[in-house]
């Protein structure tokens, strides 16, 4: 997994490559959430991201919460496959995201 940050005042802009599973859930973490401190728009891209595990998806809904109470988090460029997930858990009712090309 790689993550890379770009933070520009109050928005932070995340890409993420590879999988989001039990193994890389803490990465995924760790690589986002010590860097939300006076963020209020967090965008993660998704372009690279083809699997995401119910651990990636518990992260995804820490993050969303936490960005419920500063300001909005949107995901972009999500996959067909990760899109399937999302649908399936409930969770394209709970977070924002664009799907990708």
């Known amino acids: 997994m790689n993550i890379k940050r770009k933070k520009d005042s109050s928005n932070l802009f995340v890409t993420v490559n ?55 988090m949107k995901l972009v460029n999500v996959s067909e496959a990760v899109n399937d997930v999302f649908e399936v858990t409930g969770f394209d009712e709970i977070l924002t995201y664009e799907m990708g090309e």
């Open 18 to 72: 590879g999988r989001i599973d039990t193994v890389t859930a803490p990465e995924f973490e760790a690589g986002v959430k010590p860097y939300l401190d006076g963020v209020t728009d967090l965008t993660i891209d998704f372009k690279e991201v083809n699997y995401v595990s119910s651990a990636g998806l518990r992260v995804l809904l820490s993050l969303q919460k936490k960005m419920m109470a500063q300001g909005e």
